[in-house]
């Protein structure tokens, strides 16, 4: 059973906006980088944004800077994405992971493989 749960998904007009939120589901965020990744069809998984544990620092794929905006409320053991101005290439399933280095950079930069990951939930951008 997955220790993280997103929610938030669907189907979203080119230009429109979701938020996607992860749930600690038994793992208790606080101690960990979270990320999320997303996997369009036919395409490899790929990191989007990330998050560090406790200075809340994040990173951003240069194709959603200024669109996407990670955060976390470790009081409710919770991170969103905050999605805006999404495009058609936004489209694939979003995961959810999560990773014992504290730092934004593990999963998104250095590439570290996550230790915990969500099940997935589902974008579609489409007119």
């Known amino acids: 059973q997955s220790q993280l749960v997103e929610s938030g998904g669907g189907l979203v007009r080119p230009g429109g906006s979701l938020r996607l939120s992860c749930a600690g589901a038994?793992?208790?965020?606080?101690?960990?980088?979270i990320g999320w990744f997303r996997q369009a069809p036919g395409k490899e998984r790929e990191a989007v944004s990330c998050i560090s544990s406790s200075t809340y620092k994040p990173y951003y794929v240069d194709s959603v800077k200024g669109r996407f905006t990670i955060s976390r409320d470790n009081a409710k053991n919770m991170v969103y994405l905050q999605m805006n101005g999404l495009k058609p290439e936004d489209t694939g399933v979003y995961y959810c992971?999560?990773?014992?280095?504290?730092?934004?950079?593990?999963?998104?930069?250095?590439?570290?493989?996550?230790?915990?990951w969500g099940q997935g939930t589902q974008v579609t951008v489409s007119s």
């Open positions: 992971a999560a990773h014992s280095a504290t730092t934004e950079e593990a999963m998104c930069v250095i590439g570290w493989p996550p230790e915990s």
């Open positions: 038994g793992l208790i965020l606080d101690y960990y980088s």
